[in-house]
């Protein structure tokens, strides 16, 4: 039975590194499951694919040899004794109980890593939300200063403008003043006037009355 013994060492020795490594594994996801929001940033996803890969070989390693176990089981020419066979059922349900350990934790880890690219794919999405919103307030704010800025040019025409009727109105005021100073100092000025008003009214009446004796012998005529 130098062959049992040989593989029975093999699978103790596979059984103490394989529980090492999917204690560190598990503690791994352990880590990974609780701080979700970081994972990348603290190398946690690249160990835990490292440990991953050595689990998965010691696990294969593991179930080849409780396969050549189960073979010297059923020999039938060089039958084991009952303590063999109790160990060789020992290791077949420790390979088992591994096996669905690792399953189990694997499936925590990727649950895990969903959740955390979920969570950094909603915090994307809120962060570009936010330079869109940033940059539409921007946009606005510059439309309002831009507006601002065309109604204060705005008021600054019409206050020049005002200011320029000023300026004309005391010019023209100005001018009528000399005007009326010179008509004053030369009184003939203001007769001559006079008389050309009366005579425009007197040469506006005759037109008048002309216009009306011919229109009444036309209509006399017509009629």
């Known amino acids: 039975m130098s062959n049992y013994d040989s593989l029975h060492r093999q699978c103790r020795t596979l059984e103490s590194l ?9 503690r791994l996801a352990s880590t990974i499951t609780r701080n979700q929001d970081d ?30 176990l189960s073979v010297l089981s059923s020999d039938t020419n060089n039958p084991p004794s009952q303590s063999m066979l109790r160990a060789i059922q ?18 925590n880890i990727q649950t895990a890593l969903d959740k955390a ?4 794919g909603v915090r994307n999405d ?3 939300y936010k330079s869109s919103a940033a940059d539409s307030l921007l946009a606005e704010r510059n439309h309002i200063d831009s507006s601002h800025r065309m109604t204060d040019d705005m008021l600054a025409q019409a206050y020049e403008t005002r200011s320029e009727f000023s300026r004309q109105r005391s010019t023209i005021s100005g001018i009528n ?8 100092t030369m009184p003939g000025i203001n007769s001559l006037v006079s008389m050309i008003k009366s005579r425009r009214r007197r040469d506006a009446i005759i037109v008048g009355l002309l216009i009306g004796v011919c229109i009444i012998l036309l ?3 017509i009629f």
């Open 39 to 68: 994972i990348e940033a603290s190398g946690s996803g690249e160990r835990w694919k490292d440990l991953e890969v050595e689990v998965d070989e010691l696990l294969q390693k593991l179930g080849e040899i409780n396969d050549q």
């Open 117 to 120: 690219n979920l969570l950094s």
């Open 219 to 221: 209509l006399s005529y």
């Open 18 to 26: 394989f529980d090492t490594k999917l204690t560190s594994y598990s």
């Open 126 to 128: 809120i962060d570009a």
């Open 177 to 184: 003043a000399r005007m009326a100073g010179v008509l004053n």
């Open 90 to 107: 020992r290791h077949r349900d420790v390979y088992m109980d591994y096996s669905r350990e690792l399953k189990r934790t694997k499936t």
